[in-house]
């Protein structure tokens, strides 16, 4: 079946520093892609998105750029503040059929000291 | 703000208990998804609804475990005789099925004494 896996956690990076978050994925047909962030105190929010193989999807200075030959989606950040502080989930949906399931890897955890 | 809505917040029970958890999302959202949450992991597929019509549920899901979402609009997660490893946060997610988004709400935390 489809599965995704990250990067473990915790990553601790100075402000300003070049953030990379690895996520490989295992999936049949054409997955969409995305990440999922969730800052402290708060709900599961979509942070940005690629349907389709080489698709660059951006968000908040955040990119991540869907590689079908790697089945690779990496997160990445050229210069990241303390506000970025926060939990950060690699997810796939789809495959064959449009009406799949959203499936989750089990998050990698930044900190980002001042 | 998602829209999404879940009661109760946060529930305790005994073992043994049945718990019910409610989410109500917007209109919008022709897709209902549940997940489990715990501490250090990614959310983990529960369920997910298309409309009123339950499309999976995860085969980790024992029997105990039972979703509907009648006329596709609010939707309930009842856990039937807890036990203490069904502690968890539950979350509910609405979405739309031509953008793949989700909007999660902010979760119901179950505490199984």
């Known amino acids: 079946g489809n599965s995704v896996t990250q990067m473990e956690g915790p990553v601790t990076l100075s402000e300003e520093a070049f953030l990379t978050i690895n996520c490989t994925y295992t999936?049949?047909?054409?997955?969409?892609l995305f990440w999922y962030v969730q800052y402290p105190g708060e709900g599961l929010q979509l942070l940005l998105k690629?349907?389709?193989?080489?698709d660059k999807g951006s968000n908040k200075g955040f990119e991540a750029t869907y590689r079908k030959e790697t089945t690779s989606f990496h997160l990445e950040k050229g210069s990241v503040q303390v506000s970025d502080s926060a939990v950060y989930f690699c997810?796939?949906?789809?495959?064959?059929?449009?009406?799949?399931?959203?499936?989750f890897g089990s998050g990698t955890r930044l900190s980002i000291r001042p | 703000d998602t829209g999404v809505s879940q009661n109760p917040r946060h529930k305790i029970t005994k073992r043994g208990q049945n718990v019910t958890f409610r989410c109500d999302p917007i209109?919008?959202?022709?897709?209902l998804y549940w997940y489990r949450q715990t501490l250090g992991q990614g959310p983990e597929f529960l369920t997910y609804?298309?409309?009123?019509?339950?499309?999976?549920k995860s085969r980790l899901l024992s029997d105990r475990f039972s979703a509907e979402r009648p006329k596709g609009s609010f939707s309930t997660l009842e856990i039937q005789r807890t036990e203490q490893g069904d502690s968890a946060m539950y979350l509910c997610?609405?979405?739309?099925?031509?953008?793949?988004?989700?909007?999660f709400g902010e979760g119901s935390r179950l505490t199984v004494l």
């Open positions: 997610a609405g979405g739309r099925l031509d953008t793949g988004e989700l909007f």
């Open positions: 209109s919008e959202h022709n897709r």
């Open positions: 999936a049949t047909g054409y997955p969409s």
């Open positions: 690629a349907t389709k193989a080489d």
């Open positions: 997810a796939l949906s789809g495959g064959y059929s449009s009406a799949s399931k959203i499936i």
């Open positions: 609804f298309q409309n009123e019509a339950q499309l999976e």
